[in-house]
């Protein structure tokens, strides 16, 4: 059985490390990600594309 994990972003310094958490976490265990409206505008700001919503 896979863990279970649930991932908050809130900001902007939260964005890096969320990202390279879910790369690594994506084919080890099932993932829950919260992001709040800011963290998601940061995100299509920044290199868009990483979050497949």
């Not at 505008?41 to 979050?51: K, R």
Request: hydrophobic share 50%; net charge positive; no cysteine.
């Amino acid at each position: 059985m896979k863990k279970r994990f649930v991932v908050a972003v809130t900001g902007a310094s939260g964005m890096v490390y969320a990202r390279r958490l879910l790369e690594v976490l994506q084919d080890k265990a099932e993932v829950h990600l919260i992001i709040s409206d800011i963290a998601h505008e940061i995100a299509a700001y920044e290199g868009g594309g990483f979050l497949r919503v």
